[in-house]
């Protein structure tokens, strides 16, 4: 029978000085974790390992919300569906900053250049797909990267998918509204973008039980492209999709995917994978 190996003095004395190299440390570790009389050969603070564990505890069992969580409970929002709400990929920091340095360029352009009729409309263009491209990397396989955890709690699928497209167009239309007022030129001009982007968004609710989230609003927004260039190629009025005449059109259109989308949530079940 062999015997016990176990790390002779001086090797403890280095481990515990923190002089091993990595492959020596997890040699000793698996020993020491089994090996009580070796664990209690190495000298440690019994306060500053209580300490470790409870900043641990805290960490595991006791996580500190960031402060969009908070925000959202101040607010009246649930806990825990705040914290699925606060790991919204697109409702990040990066995200955030990336929109708002976006609505932050075009507002200068439109200033600088006096209310550039060209800048306006580029504005009131690029203003429809912000929220569509935040509702589509929402929720998701590949663009969230805790749709595992996600997937296996009992709000997965439509119902996280739509609570967190909520949020994402509570943002996007106040961060766009936000510089709307911004804009040189009369309101009602430059705030012909709300219904666009309410009907684009309520179209990607609509098409993301039928397709993923992230291929239904690629296809929308290359079909809202394709219209401006239509209006303005074909029928010579850059801002026909912007005119007063045009937002029955997206008024009726809102009101009809609200219901499309209303009619698919309840055929959809809790946890059906997007």
């Known amino acids: 029978m062999s015997a016990v190996w176990h790390p002779p003095a001086d090797l403890v004395r280095r481990y515990t000085a ?11 570790e698996a020993h020491i974790a089994r090996c009580g009389p070796c664990r209690a050969a190495v000298p440690y603070e019994e306060e500053w390992l209580t300490a470790a564990w409870e900043r641990i505890e805290d960490v595991v069992d006791r996580p500190r919300p960031g402060p969009g969580t908070r925000l959202l409970v101040r607010a009246g929002v649930p806990e825990h569906t705040a914290r699925l709400l606060s790991a919204t990929p697109s409702l990040t920091r990066a995200w955030l ?51 595992e955890l996600h997937a296996a709690t009992p709000m997965a699928g439509a119902r996280l998918f739509l609570l967190r497209a909520v949020a994402v167009l509570s943002v996007a239309f106040g961060l766009t509204g936000a510089a709307t007022l911004l804009l040189p030129g009369p309101l009602g001009l430059s705030a012909a973008w709300l219904l666009p982007a309410l009907t684009l968004g309520l179209a990607l609710l609509a098409l993301s039980g039928r397709m993923p989230p992230l291929l239904a609003g690629s296809l929308l927004t290359t079909g809202w492209f394709a219209v401006v260039l239509v209006c303005d190629g074909a029928l010579h009025d850059r801002f026909l999709p ?5 937002q029955p059109l997206y008024g009726g259109a809102v009101l009809a995917l609200l219901v499309l989308v209303r009619l698919r949530h309840r055929r959809l079940t809790l946890g059906e994978r997007l």
């Open 18 to 28: 923190g002089r091993l190299d990595p492959v020596q440390v997890m040699s000793v």
């Open 97 to 147: 900053v990336a929109v708002s340095a976006v609505l932050a360029f075009a507002v200068a352009a439109a200033r600088v250049t006096s209310g550039d009729p060209d800048v306006l409309l580029a504005f009131l263009v690029t203003a429809p797909v912000l929220p569509v491209a935040g509702i589509a990397v929402a929720y998701g396989r590949g663009v969230d990267p805790a749709y």
């Open 242 to 246: 912007f005119h007063p005449a045009s």
